[in-house]
């Protein structure tokens, strides 16, 4: 039982190149998450979604782009990576009253 | 609102106690309180619900009081394996999403 697999696990991008970081859970759950972490910081939340076809924008949306056309995936798009997207990239899913499960992160750098 | 966590950090001998705060400016629905480990996750501890119960997990609990839009969780006879940051997650709605306090380090030393 995976819970919640992010991958890769670290990447490299230089500055205006994209790529997509893969989120998938065999849990089952409807809502799902995207949050970074900067150094010694808290977790501000990207995109969230609450099932299949329906996402939404949390408080730093901008640079990224999400999409979940099934309940298992989760990808989180970066277009045109700039510096101050490097960062520790969680996934997480939650289940009904219950807390959040995150997958081990993306470390990227941007440079 | 990004919920303010204090202390900021806490240093320990093992065995004793510690507690970490988590307070609200806006109404809360839920709290959550996870511990993070250097270069790993977090980890979910334990979640409460508006109503001002108190919740326990082994040697750590924790209680939520609505009145102050606060919850506390607490650490008793401290093991090494409790060092970490602590981070509150606060709930406004029943949809989900949290919103995390800056987190409290949490350092127990032998």
């Known amino acids: 039982n995976a819970g919640v697999t992010q991958t890769p696990k670290f990447r490299i991008l230089k500055i205006g190149q994209s790529m997509t970081l893969q989120c998938t859970q065999d849990?089952?759950?409807?809502?799902m998450y995207w949050y970074r972490q900067d150094p010694g910081m808290g977790l501000k939340l990207i995109y969230y979604?609450?099932?299949?076809?329906?996402?939404d924008k949390g408080e730093v949306p901008n640079g990224y782009n999400v999409s979940r056309s099934t309940t298992e995936d989760f990808p989180l798009r970066l277009e045109l990576a700039a510096p101050s997207q490097t960062s520790v990239y969680f996934c997480?899913?939650?289940?009904?009253?219950?807390?959040?499960?995150f997958g081990s992160g993306t470390r990227l750098t941007v440079v | 609102q990004q919920p303010v966590q204090s202390p900021q950090a806490v240093i320990l001998r093992e065995g004793e106690d510690a507690v970490i705060n988590c307070s609200s400016s806006?109404?809360?629905?839920?709290v959550h309180w996870y511990r993070q480990k250097h270069g790993e996750a977090p980890v979910f501890l334990m979640i409460?619900?508006?109503?001002?119960e108190q919740k326990g997990h082994e040697k750590i609990s924790a209680s939520f009081n609505e009145k102050k839009q606060q919850s506390s969780l607490y650490l008793t006879a401290s093991q090494l394996s409790y060092s970490g940051t602590y981070f509150c997650?606060?709930?406004?709605?029943?949809?989900?999403?949290?919103?995390f306090g800056q987190g409290t380090i949490l350092t127990v030393h032998p």
């Open positions: 997480a899913n939650q289940g009904t009253g219950t807390g959040y499960t």
């Open positions: 409460l619900l508006k109503g001002g």
């Open positions: 997650g606060t709930e406004f709605t029943s949809y989900g999403k949290l919103t």
């Open positions: 979604s609450v099932g299949a076809g329906i996402t």
């Open positions: 849990m089952n759950h409807n809502y």
């Open positions: 806006k109404a809360l629905y839920s």
